[in-house]
């Protein structure tokens, strides 16, 4: 093992690096772990020629015991495990798939803002004893109740309430905008056919089907839906040893924002399977394979979730259950879908 010392990170010193390890005439390989500067180097590495891994985190091996942590000791570490293949690099995305990947991220975190914005509005409201008892919260109705709402003593008490409001309005421009852009990024997205495929599901969205893609990538990596269900952490934990076999919650690991839009979707089984305009309309033009696999899966979903209901399982424990099978269809769709060259 030796240690180089610490490399600036600009593709100057990079390419300095690399021509210094090639001097012996043997071809280095690299890896690192994913953290917030993105994929620039491995571009940069891949596009010089050299094999160049990225590697998440949360799958690299540690002591248990080992309390001491610095740069250098992480390199080593880093050397010797890629050294003795006990590393597993994650998927790159290209640079197209990174930009839609970075605008559906900016319409997440948007609707997380709206959601704390409502929240503030509420925690307002009950402060000052007001509450809505009219039926549910943010339809039509209750907005305008909002809007007529004017029992504050005090004029700053209803201009603080005014802009709570405000502040809402203006998140749900900026969602709307978002979400116009998304379908227009979509049209000439090279994975736009799989897009329009897996609309084909029930409770799939445009937003849900490009989330799901952007977030996984190519979906026909994995050799089969099994592996996709694992890497969304749809998949139970387990810690078994000899006769007893013991699961526990799911795992949650992989991609957190991709495993909560098949749950968001997973809701809409709870109702019997019915093919309305709406899903007609988005899916009249897809081969009839693709139909086929989408009513097979809706017919299936909604009977388990009326089954897992009727049997006492708690709610999220049924969506979950839901979210994992329709993974499966995802996979299927995806596989069955031709990409442009």
């Given at each position: ?110 609707m997380d803002a709206l959601k704390a914005a409502k929240q503030h509005l509420q925690s307002f409201l009950l ?215």
């Amino acid at each position: 093992m030796r240690f180089y010392g610490t490399i600036a990170h600009s593709a100057d010193a990079v390419l300095r690096l690399t021509k210094r390890l090639s001097e012996t005439g043997k071809v280095p390989a690299f890896c690192y772990e994913a953290g917030p500067c993105g994929y620039g180097l491995h571009r940069l590495l891949t596009k010089l020629g050299f094999e160049c891994a990225v590697v998440s985190p949360a799958m690299i091996p540690r002591k248990a015991g080992d309390r001491v942590k610095t740069d250098r000791r992480d390199a080593e570490m880093l050397a010797r495990l890629w050294r003795a293949g006990e590393l597993t690099p994650i998927w790159t995305p290209d640079e197209e798939q990174e930009a839609m990947r970075d605008l559906i991220r900016t319409r997440e975190q948007a609707m997380d803002a709206l959601k704390a914005a409502k929240q503030h509005l509420q925690s307002f409201l009950l402060l000052h004893g007001l509450s809505y008892r009219n039926g549910i919260y943010w339809t039509k109705r209750h907005r305008r109740w909002l809007a007529e709402l004017r029992r504050f003593p005090y004029s700053h008490q209803q201009l603080a309430f005014e802009e709570l409001k405000r502040a809402i309005d203006q998140i749900e421009v900026r969602v709307a905008i978002l979400d116009k852009a998304i379908e227009e990024a979509v049209a000439t997205w090279r994975f736009a056919p799989v897009v329009d495929a897996l609309r084909a599901l029930r409770g799939v969205n445009t937003t849900i089907a490009a989330t799901v893609v952007a977030e996984i990538g190519d979906i026909t990596r994995f050799e089969n839906p099994r592996q996709l269900m694992a890497w969304l952490g749809l998949v139970p934990s387990e810690h078994s040893s000899g006769s007893t076999t013991r699961r526990g919650r799911l795992t949650r690991t992989g991609n957190a924002l991709a495993r909560t839009m098949l749950v968001e979707a997973s809701w809409s089984y709870r109702h019997p399977p019915k093919e309305g305009q709406p899903y007609l309309r988005r899916s009249a033009h897809l081969p009839q394979p693709i139909r086929d696999i989408g009513w097979k899966a809706q017919s299936r979903l909604c009977k388990r979730f009326r089954h897992l209901s009727r049997a006492g399982k708690p709610q999220p424990r049924v969506l979950a259950a839901i979210a994992r099978e329709l993974s499966g269809s995802i996979w299927d769709i995806a596989r069955k879908t031709p990409l442009p060259a």
